[in-house]
């Protein structure tokens, strides 16, 4: 049972990254999987999650500028991340479990992958 987070970067501000978390071992559309991130010094936070059902769910600085999406038949989701800032700069990391009871609070995830990290130029 594995998820394997890939495609962070180097980007100038106001630019665009996809991360993809795939899934392997396990079904994901059985889960909830959200996206957090932990930048230097701060504690880890939410910044979306998409639940079994497909519903999604944004943190406020995100929103507007951050999709997830799935692909079912990878196995994967994905984090479109558009209008890039600075403080964006963090190591991403994707997390599944079945029912989180707080969806973007990373103490409620049983799973985790590896982080990518993602650093935005100004």
């Known amino acids: 049972v594995q998820l394997q987070a890939s495609g962070g970067g180097l980007v100038q501000a106001g630019g665009s990254l996809r991360l993809s978390c795939a899934a392997s071992g396990f079904t994901f559309d059985d889960y909830d999987i959200g996206w957090f991130r932990q930048a230097p010094g701060k504690e880890r936070e939410g910044v979306s999650c998409?639940?079994?059902?497909?519903?999604?769910y944004y943190a406020d600085s995100v929103k507007g500028r951050f999709t997830i999406s799935s692909d079912n038949a990878k196995n994967t989701v994905y984090l479109q991340m558009n209008g890039l800032k600075p403080e964006d700069t963090a190591i991403y990391y994707c997390a599944a479990d079945r029912y989180p009871p707080l969806l973007l609070r990373p103490y409620d995830y049983d799973l985790w992958g590896q982080g990518t990290q993602v650093t935005v130029s100004s």
């Open positions: 998409m639940t079994s059902d497909g519903s999604t």
